[in-house]
Structures are given as C-alpha cells and as structure tokens.
C-alpha cells in the first residue's frame, strides 16, 4: 500500500503556544488529504478536507481560525492548532487519497498532542 | 439511521477460528467499501477493499460484499493474537463530498490463545 508519514509523533506544548504537524504522502502525490481527530475509546472524527491549491473544507464544529490548514504542494499537507489548549490534547491522525479508479486513502501514524 | 452500522462486538473468538465482522449502510449508491484496522494507540490501516458484488480473498482475510442487502462483511480465517484490534467499516460518503469516507462505528476484536 502506500505510505503516508506524520511529523511529529508526539508533542507536548504549553497552553497558548501553537503546534505545527506535518503530513507527506511519500509514494504518491495526493490532491486530496484529511484530517481527523481521535480521543480516546472514541471513533475517528474527521475535522477537515485538504485540498491542494486551494482552501481547506472544515466539517461542521471544528473552528477554522484555530486549527489551520496549508496543502501547498501535491505531498505535503499541515495542521496548525493555534492558541492550544488543554481540551485540543488529541490523537490527530491524516490521510492521503490515492486518485484512479478506487480513491484509496491511507492513513499516517498519527501524531499524540498533548496541551499542558 | 446511522449510515454505516457494525455489530458493536466486542467480538473474541479462539486462536485458530474464523472471525466474522459485519457492516451494513443505508446508500444504495455506495460503490467501494473499506475495512481498515487500527491497532490500540495506532492509526487505522487500509487492509482491503471491494466494490463488485461476491467475495474478494487477499491471504487469510476475505471480504463479501452483498449490495442488494446492503450488507458487507470481513472474514478473517485461521485468526491471531496478532488480529486483535479494532476493526472500522468505510464507505464513502457521496454526493459531492468528494473522496469523504464514512467510518462504522468499529468492532473490537480479540482472538485468545
């Protein structure tokens, strides 16, 4: 299948600072990534459609003015949580689609946030 | 009604048996449908997908997939320790909500030596 790779695995953060997270598709360009968020014993919960080119689609609830998002190239993606809190301390985990027939997505590993 | 329903489980079988996880969803129009499982702590993996009715077979797993009823289901021969984990139902979302997967709920499976 194809990879997907996130930076960082884990981070912890002060509350108020913002945390960067980067998402690569590795062997293949994506057009299209995603975002989700996942606390624990929870289901995924997507926040966010990445787009290449162009603005980030946000699903209903999830502010865009906090948690910002760049695709500025065809394997790359961010997620940037503005002003984190302790409430944002999350599992965020990205995928990548993959374009053809069957549009595959492929998740990354995930990155571990902690808010202190 | 939720779009995308798994049996809730948990689900444990012995070593050695078949594991059955079951999914139905309410889009006629759905055409592809993803099993992906996530390990505890992990993120979710792609292990297969189907959109012609009939069973698709990829080493111990085997996916059915039934559209007149709705209903696809992942077979999982011969399980192990190893296959405990949480198993998610994806199909895609639709209309023009391009490339969106709508996820079960997840099944928790647990396979005891």
């Known amino acids: 299948g194809a990879v997907v790779s996130q930076h960082p695995s884990r981070v912890i953060c002060k509350s108020g600072t913002s945390v960067k997270i980067e998402c690569r598709s590795l062997d293949f360009q994506a057009t299209t990534m995603f975002w989700y968020r996942q606390f624990p014993k929870q289901s995924l919960m997507l926040m966010a459609t990445?787009?290449?080119?162009?603005?980030?689609?946000?699903e209903q609830g999830v502010e865009k003015d906090k948690f910002l998002i760049n695709h500025a190239s065809l394997t790359l993606s961010t997620l940037t949580v503005t002003s984190a809190h302790p409430e944002d301390s999350s599992f965020y985990i990205c995928s990548a689609m993959t374009s053809g027939e069957i549009y595959e997505q492929y998740f990354g590993p995930g990155t571990r946030l902690t808010v202190t | 009604q939720k779009e995308v329903e798994q049996n809730s489980g948990p689900l444990s079988v012995p070593e050695g048996a078949i594991a059955s996880l079951n999914c139905t969803y309410s889009?006629?129009?759905?055409?592809?449908f993803f099993w992906y499982r996530q390990y505890s702590g992990k993120s979710p993996e792609l292990i297969m997908f189907i959109y012609s009715n009939g069973d698709k077979e990829d080493g111990r797993f085997t996916a059915q997939l039934n559209k007149a009823s709705q209903y696809v289901s992942l077979l999982i021969r011969d399980s192990q320790p190893s296959d405990s984990a949480t198993y998610l139902c994806a199909v895609p979302a639709g209309g023009t909500s391009y490339g969106k997967l709508t996820f079960g709920q997840g099944t928790i499976l647990t396979v005891h030596p």
């Open positions: 990445s787009n290449e080119g162009s603005k980030a689609t946000y």
């Open positions: 889009d006629r129009g759905s055409q592809s």
